[in-house]
């Protein structure tokens, strides 16, 4: 089911490294959440007088959380997230499935050298 849903094995993802392949650097990257945090909190605080009192409470830092959360998400997004691979071998099984190990058997190919699984 995992590598149906993530189109590579469970090791893949244990053993590999999580990389950013976007252009900018990751310090823009970061200054642009720490951007949207403030920008949304301002925005939220400026409506806070006009909201419901029902709003006013706890609600509106939920709000505030949730909405920064999709802008991050996004943000992250653009910046292209991969899975980096160094040296990872895998084979077929008999029943059809990949297994780690250390030779090639069934035809299954290798994986060698550093592969970014997200490209």
Known sequence: MFEFLFKYPRAV?????LVLLGAWPKWVLALFLLAAAAGLAWLIRSRLPQASPHI???????????????????????????????????HCS???????????GYGCGLWSDARVAGR
């Open 13 to 17: 993802f244990s053993k590999g490294e």
């Open 94 to 104: 008999p029943g059809g499935r990949l297994a780690q190990h250390g030779h090639r």
């Open 56 to 90: 006013r409470t706890w609600k509106a830092g939920a709000i505030w959380l949730l909405q920064f959360a999709l802008a991050a998400l996004l943000l992250i997004l653009l910046w292209q997230p991969a899975i980096m691979v160094a040296a990872a071998e895998y």
